[in-house]
């Protein structure tokens, strides 16, 4: 029987930290606020917008929420970021991805404000976190560091295998385990043999958007299992990258979908809000 990792446990103690910091940061008539713009429709990412907006609630953050139509121009896009650049009640500015096809998501995240960068995927950010000088934590692998710790469960000298090399989760994951020394291992769909890589970690992270994709015999009795996958099996059901019901009775610690990551990395965009607005 594994431990199970609560996240909306955890992220509620990152949250209350955060909340107690921004009231003093109103009581000095500095009221943060976070800008979450949404092109498009992707009803996903309705419901992720809508998230943050109760998270900066919850927080005290001012929240400014511009809702683009589908076929908002690159041009138009770049207009608002440069605007939200120089508005100095935004603190933050968070783009949601996917974006619609006609503009180039490259061409945006690099046109944030690097101060400004609370999702921490401007170049500029993404060099700090490989060089280990932190300024923003990339939300969804930094939550997975707060998980970690805030279980009791040591990072250092640990064989930590990473499934994905997403910019946004595998490859800033890879940096953050590294850092805590970590011995990391980068597994994506190019690895061959990938179960015998994913069965020598002691810490496995699955972060490749297929539901079930990690069965019981590619996990290490004794691992601790972190599902960074959020998908829907043929049922429409909310679900993680690993086969629950079947890795969880051999893993040490396992974080369960939905309920696990997801409120972690709201959390962590909280705290990237804090950051930047001091
Ligand atoms: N879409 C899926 N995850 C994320 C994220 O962490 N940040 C942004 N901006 N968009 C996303």
Redesign the pocket.
Known sequence: MAKIIDGKVIAANVKKQVREEVEKLIAEGKQPGLAVVLVGNNP??RV?VSNKEKDCAECGFKSYEYALPEETTEAQLLELVDQLNHDDSVNGI?????LPKQICEQTILHAIDPKKDV?A?HPENVGHIMIGDFRFL???PAGVIEMLDQSGIEISGKHCVVIGRSN?VGKPMAMLLLHRGGTVTVCHSKTKNLAEETRRADILVAAVGKAGFVTADMVKPGAVVIDVGINRNAEGKLCGDVDYANVEPIASAITPVPGGVGPM?RAI?MRNTLTAAK
């Not at 968070?94 to 996917?98: E, R, S």
Request: aromatic residues 12%; hydrophobic residues 45%.
């Open positions: 996903a990412s992720y968070l783009v949601q991805l996917p999702d995927f990339p939300c969804t946004i990395t965009l």
